[in-house]
């Protein structure tokens, strides 16, 4: 099993860090075949963390986009999140303060 292979099987129970290093392993071609749709769709995943660099990184990639690669876009992120998304798989993240005793 590959790195991708380890990577896509975390990132689809919604683990935010994986969803976001493949997006930009497919961005960039590594190790897999280069697909924007597809690094796009991983990053408006990774994207709903709240992370604010994601946030922008996923909004500037996205402005770039002519009209129809964002509807494009649109599309797939729609089917990735109805599959991937919080909702569907029941995953509620909550940031928690751990104090040292």
């Known amino acids: 099993m590959c790195c991708t292979d380890y990577l896509k099987e975390l990132a689809a129970p919604a683990y935010k860090d994986s969803q976001y290093h ?3 392993m497919f961005l960039k071609g590594q190790h897999v075949k280069q697909s924007t749709l597809i690094e796009m769709s991983w990053l408006a995943l990774a994207a709903k963390s709240g992370r604010k660099n994601w946030i922008s990184q996923f909004d500037k990639f996205h402005s770039f ?9 649109d599309e797939i992120i729609r089917n990735y999140k109805s599959k991937l998304g919080f909702k569907v798989q029941q995953i509620i993240c909550r940031k928690i303060k751990i104090h040292n005793q």
């Open 65 to 73: 986009a002519t009209t129809e690669e964002q509807l494009k876009f």
């Open 22 to 24: 493949l997006a930009f």
